[in-house]
């Protein structure tokens, strides 16, 4: 299971999105885990993170996730 405080392996953003991915391992070996998150300001101008998007924030949250299991795929071990 990953920790949310581990260094990605890899990460991408597309306009308010992110995506980063993170090797872990299991019982079977080594899998990797994608999280998104959306990056905004609070009332107060603290960096806070979110995980529910808007409309605007579809096309670049779609992207991503190709982009992610594109990187998945290629570093997978057979």
Known sequence: MATPHS???TAF????VTVAI?????E??????VTFSRPYKDA???WKTS???????????????ELAKDWV??????
């Open 22 to 26: 993170r090797e872990n391992t299991g």
């Open 51 to 65: 995980s529910s998007y808007g409309l605007n924030d579809l096309d670049s949250l779609s992207s991503l996730a």
């Open 28 to 33: 079977n070996g080594p899998f990797f885990s």
């Open 13 to 16: 953003r597309s306009g308010n």
């Open 7 to 9: 260094t990605p392996a």
């Open 73 to 78: 795929h290629r570093h997978t071990r057979p």
């Open 44 to 46: 107060q101008g603290n």
